[in-house]
């Protein structure tokens, strides 16, 4: 990975909500790079701007000052078509809460953004298939999501983020329903794919257990970019700023 492929560039982005006396600034001023093919980490404690940051990057608001950039596109500049057909081709997305399709199944809720991005449905179907196979689901492709556990429900949102072959994956808190054991299986899944795949991960979590697979770890404080930390300077630090359990699964 090169520091020259820089696939997102914020700069100087302020999101306000409110105004006047009320006006509470989530982001104020943030700058900052993020490198194809790395895994980054968004940690900061609520209320800091991490989930406003996550959203700017991902497409999913817009700032009141600034630019976000992903693939050198204003993505602010983008009609809502063309904002749409980024979010489809550039970006898939993971949430903390699935946000899977109940009365769909595993598969259909898979196939579902291929057939949005206009790929016929046997092809979807097959593609699907695979990428469920690929998160260890192959058995459970007609299963709907009450027929599945908490992390296998996570399993499928990663296939689904994964349908158009994205550059970019956005998760949202992805372990934070999910017990310790398979919050670690989920991490290390994400982890796989960006080393296998070359898909660039951008994660917004509180979990420190996503210190010992992050290229780099942005620490987000009362809305500014506090610390850009590296994996090597994480783990020197576990032990004292997290505790020797920190890094348990």
Do not use: W
Not at 57 to 79: C, H, M, R, Y
Not at 90 to 106: D, E, K, P
């Amino acid at each position: 990975m090169s520091e020259r492929d820089v696939v997102v560039r914020t700069a100087n982005v302020v999101k306000q909500y409110g105004e006047g006396e009320a006006a509470v600034r989530a982001l104020n001023g943030v700058t900052c790079e993020i490198y194809a093919g790395e895994y980054l980490s968004i940690m900061g404690p609520s209320g800091s701007g991490k989930s406003t940051l996550f959203n700017m990057i991902g497409g999913l608001d817009k700032p009141n000052e600034g630019s976000v950039f992903v693939n050198s596109v204003d993505i602010a500049q983008l009609t809502p078509r063309e904002l749409a057909f980024l979010r489809c081709h550039t970006i898939g997305y993971i949430f903390q809460t699935f946000n899977l399709i109940q009365v769909r199944t595993a598969l259909e809720n898979v196939t579902l953004p291929m057939l949005f991005a206009g790929v016929q449905p046997e092809e979807a179907e097959e593609k699907g298939a695979a990428l469920l196979a690929t998160v260890g689901l192959g058995h459970r492709l007609h299963h709907r999501p009450t027929e599945l556990s908490g992390g296998q429900q996570q399993r499928v949102a990663i296939a689904r983020a994964l349908a158009n072959t994205p550059a970019i994956i956005l998760a949202d808190e992805p372990t934070g329903n999910l017990d310790l054991k398979t919050g670690q299986e989920i991490i290390d899944l994400l982890r796989s794919l960006n080393t296998e795949r070359g898909v660039t991960i951008i994660s917004a979590t509180h979990d420190h257990k996503m210190l010992d697979v992050s290229d780099r770890i942005f620490h987000i404080r009362d809305g500014q970019l506090a610390d850009v930390e590296t994996r090597g300077e994480a783990d020197a630090e576990a032990p004292l700023a997290h505790g020797p359990s920190a890094s348990m699964p």
